[in-house]
């Protein structure tokens, strides 16, 4: 037999080179979240730049519209209340393609029907208020107004719907109208629930909510001595809603003011009138 080659034993303390390969596994997973989050920060920034764009074109655009339609409806009010108001009804018709806050989709047609029509308010006011509550506000008109018109009074706009009174809560606080308040209940409930408004209120508004006598009625605890309450009605409403106001002037402790009549330049002029009373 042949003999065998002496067995080798291994050597110690050397190891086999290291091969560097790239990023473990590990390393490249907690890497890639890191990049598709500020991926998506990024996406989200220009998404957000693009629509803050978009509603600033709007506003430009409707606050043009806007003074054309006050210069054919023959209204000087402040035009420092003008950005605000135009913010908001930017906001309001967004939130009417979620919530049915009004039938008017139409910017333009929103313009004449809800801002000029309650900014016409301001020709019935002779004295600043300083707390006005706008009955039954719905989409927020004419109580907006109102607080653009007066950025110093304090505007509580009455919504027994849950759901529309946040939305016009979220309106007007995206608006920049910080002395707008929504409270969500039923009218008739503020002077039980909110003792602190009787007949505290300079200025109660109303619009296409209920009849004359109905809203006055509501109006009345509220209104301090020498306080108005101004509606909006129709150029032509029934007559026996006329009398029926009439007749309940004096229980109310209402005297009638002079109506202000006015038109409103919308797809065609529309006649409208302001019926306010002054609280004795």
């Given amino acids: 037999m042949s003999p065998q080659p002496p067995s080798r034993r291994p050597r110690r303390g050397r190891r086999a080179p290291t091969v560097y390969t790239g990023p473990r596994d590990a390393d490249r997973q907690s890497e890639a979240p890191m990049e598709t989050e500020n991926e998506r920060r990024d996406s989200e920034n220009e998404e957000t730049d693009s629509l803050e764009a978009l509603e600033r ?4 655009e409707g606050l043009k519209d806007l003074a054309e339609l006050l210069e054919l409806s023959d209204l000087d009010c402040p035009k420092r209340s003008l950005p605000r108001i135009q913010r908001y009804l930017v906001r309001m018709l967004e939130e009417n393609e979620k919530l049915n806050l009004s039938g008017i989709r139409d910017m333009h047609e929103a313009l004449a029907l809800h801002v000029v029509d309650s900014l016409f308010l301001w020709t019935a006011i002779a004295k600043p208020p300083k707390l006005i509550l706008d009955i039954g506000s719905g989409n927020g008109f004419p109580g907006v107004a109102a607080a653009s018109l007066w950025p110093g009074a304090r505007v509580i ?7 529309k009174s946040a939305a016009i809560a979220t309106c007007a606080k995206a608006a920049g109208m910080t002395n707008v308040e929504c409270l969500a209940l039923d009218a008739g409930q503020l002077p039980s629930l909110h003792a602190e408004l009787r007949r505290s209120c300079d200025l109660v508004l109303s ?12 109006a009345s605890p509220l209104l301090r001595r020498e306080g108005i309450l101004v509606q909006w009605k129709a150029m032509q409403f029934p007559e026996e809603e006329r009398k029926e106001y009439e007749r309940r002037q004096k229980q109310l402790q209402l005297q009638s003011r002079e109506d ?12 409208r009138r302001l019926v306010s009373a002054l609280k004795t």
């Fill in 157 to 163: 706009l009455v919504e027994r719907r849950q759901k």
């Fill in 57 to 60: 074109g709007r506003v430009d």
């Fill in 260 to 271: 202000l009549i006015y038109v409103i330049h919308a797809a065609e002029p529309r006649p």
């Fill in 207 to 218: 619009r296409a909510t209920a009849s004359l006598s109905e809203i006055a009625k509501l």
